[in-house]
Nanobody
Framework: QVQLVESGGGLVQAGGSLRLSCAAS????????MGWFRQAPGKEREFVGA????????YYRDSVKGRFTISRDNAKNTVYLQMNSLKAEDTAVYYC???????????????WGQGTQVTVSS
């Protein structure tokens, strides 16, 4: 089992930055691919980015490429989402997710955090 807790969300003006953190507990964190998803009110959950267990491979949805960066620190059992040049349309609840393979974490993660709210004002 993997338990995930997100933090770092909040209110920010358009053009600003936030860094989300996802702290994991369990004995297998370093073996898991990690991902970030988001869900805006009235909309479907959507994939944001993912990172392999080693951190060597990352994937992003087109709308955040060049603005968001996913990274991980396995020694700290933590994955990050650095969000720059934020736009109003980035407003959503952001969820951390984990799975044993990067394919599964992108398509259907096995574990989820509780989410953290990101609100971008314009």
């Amino acid at each position: 089992q993997v338990q995930l807790v997100e933090s770092g969300g909040g209110l920010v003006q358009a053009g600003g930055s936030l860094r989300l953190s996802c702290a994991a507990s369990g004995r297998t964190f370093s073996s898991y691919a990690m991902g970030w998803f988001r869900q805006a009110p009235g909309k479907e959950r959507e994939f944001v980015g993912a990172i392999s267990w080693s951190g060597g491979m990352t994937y992003y949805r087109d709308s955040v490429k060049g603005r968001f960066t996913i990274s991980r620190d396995n020694a700290k059992n933590t994955v990050y989402l650095q969000m720059n040049s934020l736009k109003a349309e980035d407003t959503a609840v952001y969820y951390c997710a984990a799975s044993e393979t990067i394919v599964v974490v992108i398509r259907k993660p096995e574990y989820w955090g509780q989410g953290t709210q990101v609100t971008v004002s314009s």
